[in-house]
């Protein structure tokens, strides 16, 4: 399959408001700018404070047991300030910190202007983590809220050496994926650079500092006694037909799993975002539909919901998409609380929808889950893997709708010429 030889013009059935909710964020950006500068320093100092008793585990830990009903019931304030949170414990401490990512929603239609507003790089599997140097160590955590590793590094005041360039006051925050094979922090993202905070910056510019920043620190280097990890930069292509390309076949020094797109005048914005997308099929990812706890595809899709005061199941979106309710007395019965987070299975009847709008849900109850999970899905990924079964978003309908807009903007331009 070349690039070229699709040229079919793109139309899907709407079953979401994801475009205008792209507009509506980078309107909402512009005017709601906020103390970044100080956001970002308060972040760093309480990342690396808020340390575990076991610095460094091989991996992301599973608990069987369910919290309690009084800890789960007790919600975290979306607004809480980064200072109050490193009061926060355990469960608490991993739920706000897991609000601080920038999170992708997953691509239900093909943006506007795919090929002049976004980039695109090929994701590598992994665990998504915030990476903060500060003081003198590095500290990852994970897209949970968990330590993940804590390490010296050769990011700035990322290790205790002789030679440490920087003032004290000089910290890092890097959105980064951790790959297991070559034990390796691959960067999709920087937040912070030398205590100058990027949360206001576009992608474009934050892209080109991600690229021109880290390797004069050295942090690409291969690991040594004061830099435990390598870091590297994943190429980012413009997402014309070749790049998407590139970014889809081309050979990576890393395992793929998906595709992430990133409208070029998004700022970093913490939580579900509609500028930053997710995109995957069976042959750029091992893992397109969600298994079980067991690795396998369940016959029915499964969604995890979370319960509301008034009985509501809803998605982790602010708003909050509300996909059912259960009454009084089951809730009671089951030994149910606000903030539980739930697992359905979509049954028969499926997802219903009226212009772009969930209308209805035929959800059947299958218990909690466990809780080191710390959201509800996104309707977004609902809606993706809803569409993988039934209608998938193929990589032919994203070089299609390229094509039709590139054809679209050069019979424009014939037009203004003849005129």
């Known amino acids: 399959m070349a690039p070229h030889e699709v040229r079919r013009p793109f139309k899907r059935p709407a079953i979401s408001d994801q475009q205008k909710r792209r507009e509506l964020s980078l309107l909402r950006q512009a005017q709601n700018r906020r103390d970044a500068q100080h956001h970002a320093r308060c972040l760093a100092s309480t990342v690396v404070s808020l340390q575990a008793p076991n610095p460094e585990p091989i991996s992301e830990p599973e608990i069987a047991d369910e919290p309690s009903v009084e800890s789960e019931s007790q919600s975290i304030p979306r607004d809480i300030d980064v200072r109050q949170a490193s009061k926060l414990k355990g469960y608490e401490a991993r739920r706000w910190f897991a609000r601080q990512l920038m999170l992708p929603e997953w691509m ?33 955590r994970l897209r949970n809220g968990s330590v993940l590793h804590h390490f010296p590094s050769a990011l700035p005041n990322g290790a205790r050496t002789r030679d440490i360039s920087g003032s004290a006051q000089s910290y890092c925050i890097l959105d980064c994926i951790f790959h297991e094979l070559d034990q390796t922090y691959y960067v999709i993202d920087m937040v912070c650079w030398r205590g100058y905070s990027l949360y206001d910056c576009t992608a474009e510019f934050r892209f080109f500092w991600v690229n ?107 708003p909050p998409v509300v996909f059912g309710s259960l009454d009084g007395d089951f ?67 994203l070089l299609a709708s390229i094509t039709s807009t590139n054809d679209q903007e050069k019979e424009a331009c014939d037009v203004e010429m003849a005129g």
């Open 108 to 140: 239900i239609d093909v943006p506007d202007r795919l090929s002049h507003d976004w980039y695109v790089l090929a994701r590598p599997t992994g665990k998504r983590c915030f990476v903060v140097s500060s003081d003198g160590t590095t500290v990852s």
């Open 212 to 318: 021109s920043k880290l390797a004069e620190t050295g942090a690409c280097d291969p690991p040594s006694p004061y830099h435990r990890y390598r870091f590297s930069v994943v190429p980012i292509y413009n997402c014309d037909q070749n790049g998407l390309y590139t970014a889809y076949t081309g050979a990576a020094p890393y395992v793929k799993d998906g595709l992430l797109f990133y409208n070029r005048h998004a700022h970093y914005q913490t939580g579900n975002t509609p500028l930053t997308l997710v995109w995957k099929d069976e042959n750029c990812s091992q893992y397109v539909i969600d298994t079980d706890s067991k690795g396998q595809v369940p016959s029915q899709q499964q969604v995890v919901l979370e319960l509301q005061d008034d009985g509501n199941l809803t998605t982790s979106d602010d």
């Open 331 to 397: 809730i009671q019965k089951s030994g149910l609380c606000s903030g539980n987070l739930l697992r359905f299975a979509v049954s028969d009847g499926g997802l219903s929808f009226v212009d772009g709008k969930l209308e209805r849900a035929d959800l059947h109850y299958l218990g909690k889950v466990n809780r080191a999970r710390a959201f509800a899905d996104s309707y977004s990924k609902v809606m993706f893997q809803y569409s993988v079964r039934h209608s998938p978003l193929s990589i032919d309908d």
